[in-house]
């Protein structure tokens, strides 16, 4: 899960700094400022503003486009697990760019660039590689074992293996950042309609907002992956194109130039081992099990499909992942001495593009922010409506479930709207999200899904102890690497509860194959 926080830079000037983890907890090891409001407001410099017109009729044909896709696709569902998962019948195409589509979200074009322009090849120790490493892993060892499971949610093993009420607890573990991240990406799509148009900021967001929530609301699943397919090719097509242009014309005599330590993937200060371990942990293990991408997972029409489908997802991610890598290492050859280094790409496209290729470069960075709003509103409406609503009420029709999901989705779309508008909530909001870390979820899932050690007790203690170490190293102590003190406070949690509930007894330990856990009293 992508966690944003907004601070100011200065009065003047105000940033929305980006890293990402697809769980639920604030990335410790930070990507800088990341400024969308202030790196498009270059467009409307001299030379920039001559685009303007162009830009802003593109931005609104290509969103118009996305809305009318997601509503035709609305009709052709009838069943919860339509709306949630696309029926179960996505192939590779559909898969693979629908996981891709989400996965790369703008911080990856423009942090990621930046990052690389201002620390070398070490700046992309996160993203690409980092991520690139989640996806692989998830096809690897993950997405198979749980789609055979046919659950519709994450939150399902909880339920099946522990017991609702850990079921319940986990719901509120990975809510809660889906919703913050879906709100921050709907202001910085306002933001970019803002600055490329006459609206005001609040305009703007409210029209992104109902955008999203509509086609996303109306069409579930099935939308998503028909809009993150166009989002993904749009995407791929505006880097490629950008990409082989600036470099035949600018790069062929840079590249071979450049100084040999940008190409070390450790940073120039030196980092100890538990550093470059925590960098390299957080990525990975703290995104490996978001809901987004278990979601899309699930909705493939075998295991096969959803294994290699995350595989072939996680190669392609590093392979348009190295556009921007390669543009930020030739970056200081080309545009040298920034002070912000995120306001590279925008700076380049303004300075070389010309108006066809600026709407494509518009299109792609758009198409990011789009395909990572539309699915963390699903994650947050399904396990919602699936995990914690649903249950209350058994004998649904499939009819009436529908409308639950919808209108679970539509209520976080709201939710993520009013977060839009208010910089200094989203703030305070996303700082207490730091809270909910990934710890204790990867550790109860991995013990849940592949072992048969470890009861109810154990779910639930070591769920709250990864929360609460992660709270107290990050913000009390001050400790330098949080995420592995919580890593191994939850590890040691899980197996000390795990063997107390074994030698008592007081657990019965379901197969891997097994019924779903007996209802707690």
Known sequence: MRMIRLRPLNQNDEVIWQSRERQGLAVQAEIDNFTIRSAWSLILSPGGFQKLNLVLWGVFAYVGAQ??????????ISTEADYLLGGRRFGYGLLVMTIFATWFGAETCIGASGEVYAHGLAGARMDPFGYTICLLLMGLFIAAPLWRKQYTTLADLFRDRFSPGVERLSVILLVPTSVMWAGAQIRAFGSVLSAASEMTLDIAIALSAAVVIIYTARGGMIADACTDFIQGIVLILGLLII???IGYEYASGNFTHLDSSRFNLAYAQEESP???MESWCIPIIGSLLSQELISRTLAARSPEVARNSALLAGLLYFCVGMIPVFLGLIGPAI??????????????????LNPFLFVLFAGALISAILSTVDSALLAAGGLTSHNLIIPLMPGLSEKKKVMISRGSVFFFGLVSYFLAVSADGVHDLVEEASAFGSTGIFIVVFFGLFTRYGGVVSGYATLIVGILVYVSGSYV???????????GA?????LVIGAWEMSREKVILPALDSQP???ET
């Open 477 to 487: 102590a001050q400790a330098r690497y949080p995420y592995l003190v919580s890593l």
């Open 274 to 276: 538990l550093a470059q």
């Open 490 to 494: 939850a590890l040691a949690t899980y």
């Open 67 to 76: 809305l009318v896709v997601g509503l035709l696709v609305s009709r052709k």
């Open 335 to 352: 545009l040298p001495g920034l002070e912000i280094p995120e306001h590279f790409l925008p700076e380049l496209a303004q300075h070389y």
């Open 243 to 245: 990409s082989g242009y």
């Open 517 to 519: 856990a007996r209802e």
